[in-house]
């Protein structure tokens, strides 16, 4: 009011409203400031799209990243693929419907899946890929690790009339000795698949397959005698 002398206090309290409304313009800044800076955070973390463990980090606090860098890679741990090579020839005889099995650490198995064969021959090897899965490879006692070397074995079509021989009973241009009423006969019956153990003959009906090497003394008709083992 004009002509009223104002007490101290109340001078004081004229005095501070600038600055008590400037005190409050910062506080409310700040509180925008650090919305803005909660929300960065939230942005900021990072999930996941698959179950994994870190196999790479490429950053370190205080450096300077994009959209397009790369800060660390994720192994998902839910399943591995395993890559095999196959010729023609032996693809023509697995059973692609059913599931293969892989043996590693001694004698460790795990069943694997046939997922991709790829329509593509390799350059250098003029084979074909072979892509397999694993699930769940670090569950139970026989864990399968990244980089584990491990032995691929395929199941086979089942071949009517059919003969496996061991490598160690072929004989010259893939030929057989077999037994038949006392004499040598010395077959060649065409080969189905050859492994690296074995070769599969297309033989219709049952062989007696000679086992013992009779070296150059082997003639086609020639008299052979089976001995008997003699029991103690």
């Not at 390799?122 to 032995?151: A, F, M, Q, T």
């Not at 492994?195 to 009779?214: A, C, M, R, S, W």
């Not at 003639?219 to 103690?232: F, T």
Request: charge should be neutral.
């Amino acid at each position: 009011l004009l002509g009223e002398e104002i007490k101290a206090e109340d001078r004081n309290l004229l005095l501070r409203e600038p600055e008590l409304k400037k005190a409050n313009a910062l506080i409310k800044g700040a509180e925008v400031l650090l919305q803005k800076a909660q929300k960065n955070v939230e942005r900021c973390t990072i999930y996941a799209k698959a179950t994994g463990v870190i196999s790479a980090k490429n950053f370190s606090i205080g450096d300077r990243i994009s959209t397009s860098s790369e800060l660390i890679r994720i192994l998902d741990v839910s399943s591995f693929l395993i890559e095999s090579e196959l010729s023609g020839e032996e693809l023509d005889y697995i059973d692609k419907d059913s599931k293969a099995y892989i043996v590693f650490d001694e004698g460790k198995k795990r069943e694997v899946e046939i997922v991709h064969i790829l329509p593509l021959v390799d350059e250098r090897s003029k084979k074909h890929k072979v892509i397999l899965k694993v699930e769940n490879p670090l569950e139970g006692e026989d864990r399968v690790y990244i980089g584990s070397i491990v032995e691929i074995n395929f199941r086979g079509k089942k071949l009517e009339n059919s003969a496996k021989i061991s490598w160690s009973n072929v004989r010259e241009k893939e030929s057989i000795w077999t037994y038949s009423d006392g004499r040598l006969e010395i077959k060649t019956p065409e080969v189905l698949f050859r492994g690296e153990k074995y070769l599969l003959y297309d033989i219709e009906n049952p062989i007696k397959v000679i086992t013992t090497n009779i070296g150059q003394r082997a003639v086609e008709g020639m008299k052979l005698e089976i001995l008997k083992k003699e029991s103690k």
